[in-house]
């Protein structure tokens, strides 16, 4: 069965501090991972996925498939950043969409 | 551009009602979702929907039923509503595997 894991519920740091959001996954065919972004009071978006490799608002992430894990990285935290994460997973052939628990980011001045 | 619409935004219902959540999307996209969104559990499927014409059951269906009325509408219905299903609903559409998009959510409370 394929299944997200963000192990951390809340993420705290100062600003211009690097940010890394965790993300694993379990799939047994080829995934398609997403990360998506929930700021306060606004809808859910897109920040980036994993097929476009680029970077959004200064966030990379890169898919290894050896450790199954897809982890955001932001070398220095604005505070407008903070913000929910999720990290999804599709699963190509029916296109259903899987999200992780989501981290909080909380970027303190 | 309305994207996608979901209501009512915010909803009460005594333990027993019924009722339907709507959502519609203008973007001409093949596949719908529902999920639910909880503290400390995140985004949980309910149902989704490929194409119109077919859906399929997620993570967590127990307690839902859906319709996809046509391209633009996927409805989500509790028949006898719980104090569990009180959550904030989100509907989402998507072109293929293409990025999905979301409504503003409906906030539900079961009492």
């Known amino acids: 069965a394929q299944r997200v894991t963000q192990p951390e519920k809340l993420l705290s740091v100062f600003k211009g501090a690097p940010v890394e959001l965790k993300c694993n996954y379990s799939?047994?065919?080829?995934?398609?991972l997403f990360w998506y972004v929930q700021y306060s009071r606004q809808r859910l978006q897109l920040l980036l996925r994993?097929?476009s490799r680029e970077s959004i608002k200064g966030f990379t992430a890169d898919l290894n498939k050896g450790e199954t894990s897809f982890h955001l990285k932001k070398p220095f935290a604005q505070e407008e950043d903070s913000a929910m994460y999720y990290c999804a997973l599709r699963r190509g052939a029916t296109n259903k969409l899987i999200f992780g628990t989501g981290t909080l980011l909380a970027v303190q001045p | 551009n309305a994207g996608v619409t979901q209501t009512p935004k915010f909803q009460v219902l005594k333990t027993g009602q019924s009722m339907t959540l709507q959502c519609a999307q203008d973007?001409?996209?093949?596949?719908m979702y529902w999920y639910r969104q909880d503290p400390g559990m995140g985004l949980r499927l309910i149902y989704y929907s490929a194409s119109e014409g077919t859906t399929d059951k997620g993570e967590v269906p127990n307690g839902y039923n859906v319709s996809r009325l046509n391209k633009r509408e996927f409805s989500l219905r509790l028949e006898s509503a719980a104090p569990s299903q009180t959550s904030v609903y989100f509907c989402?559409?998507?072109?293929?595997?293409?990025?999905?998009?979301f409504g503003q959510g409906t906030r539900l409370t079961v009492v």
């Open positions: 973007m001409n996209h093949n596949s």
């Open positions: 989402a559409s998507s072109l293929g595997a293409g990025e999905a998009f």
């Open positions: 799939y047994s065919g080829s995934p398609e």
């Open positions: 994993h097929i």
